[in-house]
């Protein structure tokens, strides 16, 4: 069975504050609630399908702020919602899956998790991408700089051997070193508040 899976709609198609809504908004918006109302029938352009009838397939959507949605859309039977806020344990398992290839032992997931409370499961993702950004910072400055590894990657002769990556062995100090660096940064920008004078007229 095939379904229909459309990630973070609220971003997409919410409302913030005074943003204005964009005509494609407004298409997604009104092909959902048609489908929403006749699941059975579904319009090529301007033409219904001859036959009229289509079996019916689940569409899902995910988000983190469904009140910026229009509200008819959400509605008791249009929609059906399912909050999930994952436990300590659900945060624990995923992030164990997540650094499982790595050969992170669970002692250390279980400490990084507990190092960095209250994250979002992007946040755990975002430590192993930027041990690797540094990995890859420092492999880049060894074969010459972006000068020469550039063109190596983009025009590369015929027989020539490409410079070789070693993904960097992943350890609990270099993690949470990503992990310290990345709440520096969250602090930063709670600090200028640049979201808050963007959002200013969200409560309007």
Not at 144 to 169: A, D, H, I
């Given at each position: ?72 859309l ?47 499961l ?15 910072s ?36 270099a ?30």
């Open positions: 069975m095939s379904c229909l899976m459309i990630n973070d709609l609220d971003a997409g198609v919410g409302r913030f504050g005074n943003t204005q809504h964009t005509v494609n908004n407004q298409i997604v918006i009104g092909t959902l609630m048609n489908l929403s109302d006749n699941p059975t029938r579904v319009s090529v352009g301007q033409d219904w399908r001859t036959e009229d009838i289509t079996n019916r397939i689940p569409i899902i959507v995910t988000g983190n702020d469904f009140s910026t949605i229009y509200a008819p959400i509605r008791d039977g249009r929609m059906d919602k399912f909050y999930w806020q994952p436990t300590q344990e659900d945060i624990f398992n995923i992030v164990n899956r997540m650094y499982e290839k790595d050969g992170i032992p669970k002692e250390e997931v279980a400490k990084i998790v507990n190092s960095f409370p209250n994250q979002a992007d946040f755990y993702g975002a430590l192993r991408s930027r041990t690797y950004d540094k990995a890859i420092k492999w880049v400055e060894e074969n010459g700089g972006m000068e020469k590894v550039g063109p190596k990657l983009v025009r590369r002769k015929r027989n020539e051997e490409l410079p070789v990556f070693t993904p960097p062995e992943q350890t609990l100090e993690l949470m070193e990503a992990g310290h660096s990345l709440i520096r940064e969250q602090e930063l920008i709670m600090k200028t508040k640049l979201s808050k004078e963007y959002m200013k007229n969200s409560d309007d």
